[in-house]
């Protein structure tokens, strides 16, 4: 497999971390769930097969208003269309609200060893104890393990504890080849002692031996101890995506 293109990653990301309704309009899809977290609560035009662009914005505002959501648009650089959907997006009153990182590695490189880091194909009690512990709003936890639940095989879901309590979790899911690494947390007394580590390279051994030819994350750009992490374990920038939406 040659190296993804942002559009590869969109398409990947849409079937490895799912959202609860998807439906396509022209080459958009619209996806959303309890209207919490951003990437399935939004907008994917990822390609444009229509007439009217205004129209189809229009038609995406009452697709979620009807669902009770406010809408938004997620652009992804190189993966978005029509190229000119930002300026059109901001004469409506949209603005950019935050930028976030894909990376991306490939299985050619050696992978480094971990330890202590047991791995389940569902979401089991040590990894939701984790993730209760590591998000503290409750209606992001839901939502987040609800995506999680609904990832198809095979998936793998990652902990490392100390005996006594989950310590960091991590989750990924396979789609064409590429893995996607979801969910990294830790919980707030445990950072920075390399917990997310072993986690991640669990995580990537466990996709290499399931075929596997790449491995993508998302990230928020300005979290810099996380993508020293990732890059230290061979991730490399890909591309951005940002989320548009109208001020509330």
Do not use: C
């Amino acid at each position: 497999m040659n190296a993804p293109t942002p559009l590869d990653i969109e398409h990947a990301t849409i079937k490895s971390w799912p959202a609860a309704e998807t439906e396509a309009r022209d080459g958009w899809l619209f996806l959303a769930a309890s209207g919490v977290t951003g990437r399935v609560n939004a907008v994917w035009p990822l390609d444009w097969r229509g007439g009217d662009v205004d129209a189809a914005i229009d038609d995406a505002e009452r697709w979620y208003a009807a669902r009770k959501l406010a809408p938004r648009f997620k652009l992804t650089d190189g993966a978005y269309a029509p190229g000119d959907l930002p300026a059109r997006l901001a004469a409506r009153g949209y603005s950019e609200t935050m930028v976030t990182l894909i990376m991306a590695r490939p299985f050619g490189a050696a992978l480094g060893v971990f330890e202590d880091v047991s791995v389940s194909p569902v979401l089991n009690a040590v990894f939701d104890q984790a993730l209760r512990d590591s998000t503290p709003e409750p209606d992001e936890l839901e939502e987040r393990r609800s995506i999680a639940a609904r990832a198809p095989a095979p998936a793998a879901f990652a902990a490392r504890s100390d005996g006594a309590r989950p310590l960091a979790v991590g989750m990924s899911a396979l789609a064409d080849k590429l893995a996607g690494v979801f969910l990294m947390r830790t919980v707030p007394d445990a950072r920075r002692r390399g917990h997310g580590r072993h986690i991640l390279r669990a995580l990537l051994h466990w996709a290499g031996e399931h075929g596997a030819e790449h491995a993508f994350l998302q990230v928020d750009a300005e979290n810099w101890p996380a993508i020293a992490l990732y890059e230290t374990e061979g991730f490399t920038k890909l591309t951005t995506y940002r989320f548009w939406r109208k001020a509330s």
